[in-house]
Nanobody
């Protein structure tokens, strides 16, 4: 059974950077499109970024455009999220997910990781 494991979360000051990783194991997800979501305390899970299986099609939510970069390395079965110029409002649990469609909706995801916490202090 496929499994996604996120890593790279932590505590960072506003303006700092973090890189999240999401490694897949079990069945290969290299032909799946991959997404990052986040969920802040008391809020709904929201879409952050997505990348198709080729790496050629990428999409971001407006609040992270120009600051976050999604990428993938299919040889390593790994998805990345480079986060720069972090803001306190970026504080959340970050989740990676995989889908065989092209969607930004949580309910359309086929596989989920368990999340990694990012805390941005002011």
């Amino acid at each position: 059974q496929e499994k996604l494991v996120e890593s790279g979360g932590g505590l960072v000051q506003a303006g700092g950077s973090l890189t999240l990783s999401c490694t897949a194991s079990g069945r290969s997800l290299n032909l799946y499109n991959r997404n990052w979501f986040r969920q802040a305390p008391g809020k709904e899970r929201e879409f952050v970024a997505r990348i198709d299986w080729t790496g050629l099609n990428i999409d971001y939510t407006d609040s992270v455009k120009g600051r976050f970069t999604i990428s993938r390395d299919n040889a390593k079965n790994t998805l990345y999220l480079q986060m720069n110029s972090l803001k306190p409002e970026d504080t959340a649990d970050y989740y990676c997910a995989a889908t065989d469609g092209w969607s930004a909706l949580p309910e359309d995801m086929d596989v989920w990781g368990k999340g990694t916490l990012v805390t941005v202090s002011s």
